[in-house]
């Protein structure tokens, strides 16, 4: 939260996100090793299936190998947090919860101070400077979210003091904050069950989906409609279609389209497909440009990237489900839902690979399960007492069988 988020740009850590996705993964996977935890199906299935798209890249020479490793770090940060902390499941008690809410208004009143400091660099993302672009509302979001999550009850005031915090990001919004903020004050106030394919929540979503487009079309007309040829983003979509149908099933490999490896190590598909003439994708331009949007990285993944992309969210709600219907607890699936929100919504930058992402897994996961301590009881009944009540039983009944004989 401190130096992966709030004062990243500081860069006392340069590779705090990566180094700590890597421990994750790292203790999840010795963790199994040991036998401490069972192995995890879904961790294992993404790591053979990462371990796949690497070696596939490496086979058709994507591009050079130091790209290839780089993109593929960049691109597992936010699945191996998720799955990492899935297998581990750490073991948060109620005093814990207690002090993230206290971490939360620390974090919030940084916020506030960090853009009392530079009021005026909020507008477009500045290296060296804190919370700048869309990063200040991005976070704003997940610490409202965070604090909801660690809170006792679902209660009115908890939503509100929730949705406060969020509104920290107006000092500096975004299109897609707007879209975010809306989507959890539907969730918040309106979602008092699982999602069913009825009425209330088709028109809820109707109307999600009304206003976020009335908050976002001056940028959307501006992408998309207005000289949608001579912008990096629009021409990103487009083309990545024509790159799915080349390079079926499985595209065209890592550090080839949509990300700062594939400008930093120039791809030769932005040649191939002419984008090299387009301001911003030219060789020898920033990197930045290229990473604008998450979506059109599929164009590396194939379809059968974009088909394991729906998976993932596909479990996410199977869990979901699975979670309430074992707890019945509303409130941690509403944080769920928040966090699929801004994922989706903050995916159509590159928000899911940067170090943001750490923070929205780490969230996601904890709503997807609740740790409790094994009670004496249960470690009594482990150590025989199961069996104690079982002879206890089977005297009681003999007792009975004697006396009806009799």
Not at 29 to 39: D, E, H
Not at 91 to 117: E, V
Not at 159 to 167: D, G, H, N, Q, R
Not at 286 to 312: K, R, S, T
Request: charged share 15%; aromatic share 16%; hydrophobic share 50%.
């Amino acid at each position: 939260m401190l130096f992966g988020v709030l004062f990243y740009e500081l860069r006392v850590f340069t590779h705090i996100d990566e180094l700590t996705t890597i421990l994750i993964a790292a203790y999840a996977c010795l963790n199994m090793f040991m036998r401490r935890i069972p192995l995890n199906k879904p961790f294992i299935i993404w790591m053979c299936i990462s371990l796949f798209y690497l070696i596939y890249s490496f086979v058709i020479k994507s591009n050079v190998p130091v790209a290839i490793v780089n993109d593929f770090v960049m691109q597992s940060k936010p699945y191996l947090v998720f799955f990492g902390l899935m297998c581990i499941k750490p073991r948060l008690k109620p005093y814990h919860y207690t002090i993230l809410q206290g971490i939360c208004w620390m974090s919030i009143c940084m916020l506030i101070l960090i853009y009392i400091h530079h009021p005026d660099d909020r507008k477009i993302a500045t290296h060296g400077v804190m919370l700048t672009g869309e990063a200040l509302s991005a976070v704003a979001i997940l610490i409202g979210t965070l604090y909801y999550l660690c809170c006792d009850k679902e209660s009115l005031s908890t939503k509100v003091t929730a949705i406060l915090i969020m509104s920290a990001g107006v000092l500096s919004p975004t299109s897609k904050y707007w879209g975010i903020l809306v989507s959890a004050v539907i969730i918040l106030f309106f979602v008092n069950k699982p999602l069913r394919l009825n009425l209330k929540y088709v028109l809820l979503g109707l109307v999600a989906v009304g206003i976020i487009f009335y908050a976002v079309q001056e940028e959307f007309f501006y992408y998309f409609v207005e000289d949608f040829e001579y912008n990096v983003r629009p021409m990103l979509y487009i083309k990545m279609w024509d790159v799915l149908a080349d390079y079926v099933p499985f595209g065209s490999g890592f550090a080839t389209y949509a990300n700062p490896a594939s400008m930093t190590w120039y791809s030769p598909i932005y040649t191939k497909y002419n984008l090299d003439t387009i301001w911003g994708l030219d060789q020898g331009n920033e990197y930045h440009f290229a990473a604008d949007a998450y979506y059109p990285i599929f164009a590396q993944f194939g379809y059968v990237g974009i088909a394991l992309f729906v998976w993932f969210f596909v479990y996410l709600f199977k869990q979901m489900n699975k979670f309430y219907d074992l707890t019945s607890d509303i409130k941690r699936y509403k944080t769920a839902l928040i966090i699929i929100a801004y994922i989706l919504i903050q995916a159509t930058s590159n928000a899911l690979a940067n170090e943001r992402c750490i923070l929205a897994m780490t969230i996601l996961v904890l709503a997807l399960y609740k740790y409790k301590p094994k009670s004496k009881l249960t470690a009594l009944n482990s150590f025989g007492l199961d069996f104690a009540n079982f002879a206890q039983t089977t005297e009681n009944n003999k007792r009975d069988e004697d006396t009806a004989h009799k």
